[in-house]
T-cell receptor, first 114, second 114 residues
């Protein structure tokens, strides 16, 4: 099995930078995803990391350290529209079956204040 | 708009009712999924279909019955549900079942069982 931990809630100010952490425990790690979900809407893909390091995509960056079982999502120049839940999800080969491998965390609810 | 459409958006049903949730994807994908999202809990994988064949049935009670008539449509038939089944039911699709495949989600059906 696996355990994925991320903070339940975070608050930040418009224009600031926020880092959302995700730690995981798995015996067959095979990739980590971040999704964004606005209230009442579909989760949407943000990033995918399978190798160590930082992946940058505009205002959003995602970092992975496989040896530490750790990832973070970095949001720069925060905007009000970034208020949403951010979901960390891990692929684990040891779970068996291709689709069963993707396991989600409970999500981090980010509130951006003016 | 993610290319995955779910209907209805909201559903209230009694424990003796029979209802169906519908999902349609317009992305030409080969895999479709049902997830359950309860408040403050991680997304739970329920079923996966690949090329219209069920490839995962994640220990879901028989009161939930999926149907995939073709690669673009997925249904979840509901009967004799329990109040604890109240949740957001999300449909998703992906091109295939590869490790780096990202999921495209619908906006979900918010189900309330009375």
């Amino acid at each position: 099995g696996q355990n994925i931990d991320q903070p339940t809630e975070m608050t930040a100010t418009e224009g600031a930078i926020v880092q959302i952490n995700c730690t995981y425990q798995t015996s067959g790690f095979n990739g980590l995803f971040w999704y964004q979900q606005h209230a009442g809407e579909a989760p949407t893909f943000l990033s995918y990391n399978v190798l160590d390091g930082l992946e940058e995509k505009g205002r959003f960056s995602s970092f992975l350290s496989r040896s530490k079982g750790y990832s973070y999502l970095l949001l720069k120049e925060l905007q009000m529209k970034d208020s949403a839940s951010y979901l960390c999800a891990v692929r684990d080969r040891s779970s068996g079956g291709s689709a069963r491998q993707l396991t989600f965390g409970s999500g981090t609810q980010l509130t951006v204040l003016p | 708009e993610t290319g995955v459409t779910q209907t209805p958006r909201h559903l209230v049903m009694g424990m003796t009712n029979k209802k169906s949730l519908k999902c349609e994807q317009h992305l030409g994908h080969n895999a479709m999924y049902w997830y359950k999202q309860s408040a403050k809990k991680p997304l739970e994988l329920m079923f996966v279909y690949s090329l219209e064949e069920r490839v995962e049935n994640n220990s879901v009670p028989s009161r939930f019955s999926p149907e995939c008539p073709n690669s673009s449509h997925l249904f979840l038939h509901l009967h004799t549900l329990q109040p604890e089944d109240s949740a957001l039911y999300l449909c998703a699709s992906s091109q295939g079942l590869g490790d780096n495949e990202k999921l495209f989600f619908g906006s979900g059906t918010q189900l309330s069982v009375l």
